[in-house]
């Protein structure tokens, strides 16, 4: 098994070697963000940058080239579609990195050993290990249900950790490794980070009777992983039952995971929104997301059995 996949990747990467990257579709401009509201940038894949009122967060930072196995000079593994929105030298300064898993396309070393010694990770359980050989010291493993407090300068946030419907394992020998969906709070403003997720009730469990105002959600990477990620409908629902105001759609458009067509996620997202467009976060690679002050909370939906399966 082993030895076939590294064929595989071995033949990927030659394949897409001399392929280029197209640029992402916009430049986000996180220094002129004020402090005073909730801002977000999707930066491609998983990978989202946020000011929660002064707070400055980056969800499963991946910004290289490829993702994979890396070798001395080089990773075997997917190559970018769409380049990142910014360069790790074009962000600002980190309070928090946030890690769902440990998958490649969430939990990139090489962009991990980038950033600063000063900057807190809240990670899944057993995964701290990964962070060995970068400058990253200050990481926090929140298993279901635990939470966190980050004192960052412009004051606290709050991390909960929540259950969502995946798998943990790097390689083919580690599946003791956990993954987690978040809930970050800070001045009474919350947002979802679902990480990676099949379709799922866990959401409809977050619901307590207070609205939370964004919700990154996974749209892609479902055909044929439909047991491992959610549709653009499934997430949608899961969004729509914790109750979030806006979704922002994510992990598609930026690698080759699976085997629907490249614009087809971000289509049947707005397909399945038509009736709530204002709810659509953003929608391609670069855009920017700022919070409302004022903005209508949406409708719980029910979730059945047949929902959790459909393709």
Same mark, same amino acid.
């Given at each position: 098994?082993?030895?076939?996949?590294?064929?595989?990747?071995?033949?990927?990467?030659?394949?897409?070697?001399?392929?280029?990257?197209?640029?992402?579709?916009?430049? /986000?401009?996180?220094?002129?963000?004020?402090?005073?509201?909730?801002?977000?940038?999707?930066?491609?894949?998983?990978?989202?940058?946020?000011?929660?009122?002064?707070?400055?967060?980056?969800?499963? /930072?991946?910004?290289?080239? &490829?993702?994979?196995?890396?070798?001395?000079?080089?990773?075997?593994?997917?190559? &970018?579609?769409?380049?990142?929105?910014?360069?790790?030298?074009?962000?600002?300064?980190?309070?928090?990195?946030?890690?769902?898993?440990?998958?490649? *396309?969430?939990?990139?070393?090489? #962009?991990?050993?980038?950033?600063?010694?000063?900057?807190?990770?809240?990670?899944?359980?057993?995964?701290? $290990?990964?962070?060995?050989?970068?400058?990253?010291?200050?990481?926090?493993?929140?298993?279901?249900?635990?939470? #966190?407090?980050?004192?960052?300068?412009?004051?606290?946030?709050?991390?909960?950790?929540?259950?969502?419907?995946?798998?943990?394992?790097?390689? +083919?020998?580690?599946?003791?490794?956990?993954?987690?969906?978040?809930?970050?709070? &800070?001045?009474?403003?919350?947002?979802?980070?679902?990480?990676?997720?099949?379709?799922?009730?866990?959401?409809?469990?977050?619901? *307590?009777?207070?609205?939370? $105002?964004?919700?990154?959600?996974?749209?892609?990477?479902?055909?044929?992983?439909?047991?491992?990620?959610?549709?653009?409908? +499934?997430?949608?629902?899961?969004?729509?039952?914790?109750?979030?105001?806006?979704?922002?759609?994510?992990?598609?458009?930026?690698?080759?995971?699976?085997?629907?067509?490249?614009?087809?996620?971000?289509?049947?997202?707005?397909?399945?929104?038509?009736?709530?467009?204002?709810?659509?976060?953003?929608?391609?690679?670069?855009?920017?997301?700022?919070?409302?002050?004022?903005?209508?909370?949406?409708?719980?939906?029910?979730?059945?059995?047949?929902?959790?399966?459909?393709?």
């Amino acid at each position: 098994m082993t030895r076939s996949w590294l064929a595989h990747l071995w033949r990927e990467w030659l394949f897409e070697l001399r392929r280029p990257i197209r640029p992402a579709f916009a430049r /986000p401009q996180p220094n002129e963000w004020p402090n005073d509201r909730l801002t977000a940038a999707w930066l491609g894949h998983s990978t989202v940058l946020l000011n929660f009122y002064g707070v400055t967060i980056l969800t499963d /930072p991946v910004l290289f080239p &490829r993702i994979g196995v890396r070798f001395p000079g080089f990773t075997m593994g997917p190559k &970018r579609l769409t380049k990142p929105a910014l360069s790790i030298r074009e962000l600002p300064p980190l309070d928090l990195v946030l890690l769902s898993h440990a998958h490649f *396309d969430h939990f990139d070393r090489r #962009t991990l050993r980038q950033f600063h010694a000063h900057t807190r990770v809240v990670t899944a359980p057993r995964t701290r $290990d990964l962070l060995r050989g970068t400058r990253l010291r200050d990481s926090t493993e929140l298993r279901w249900g635990e939470t #966190t407090e980050i004192h960052a300068p412009a004051g606290p946030l709050l991390v909960r950790e929540f259950r969502v419907n995946h798998w943990g394992a790097r390689i +083919q020998y580690d599946t003791f490794r956990g993954y987690n969906g978040y809930v970050l709070e &800070r001045a009474g403003r919350r947002i979802i980070f679902g990480g990676d997720t099949a379709m799922s009730a866990d959401f409809s469990h977050l619901r *307590d009777g207070r609205p939370f $105002d964004l919700a990154i959600m996974g749209i892609g990477a479902y055909q044929p992983w439909i047991r491992a990620h959610c549709t653009p409908e +499934q997430a949608i629902a899961m969004a729509t039952a914790a109750g979030a105001r806006f979704v922002m759609p994510v992990h598609h458009q930026t690698f080759k995971l699976s085997f629907e067509p490249f614009c087809e996620p971000i289509e049947r997202f707005a397909a399945a929104l038509a009736d709530e467009p204002e709810r659509i976060a953003l929608r391609e690679i670069g855009e920017t997301f700022v919070l409302p002050e004022h903005s209508p909370q949406p409708t719980a939906v029910k979730l059945g059995a047949s929902d959790f399966l459909s393709p």
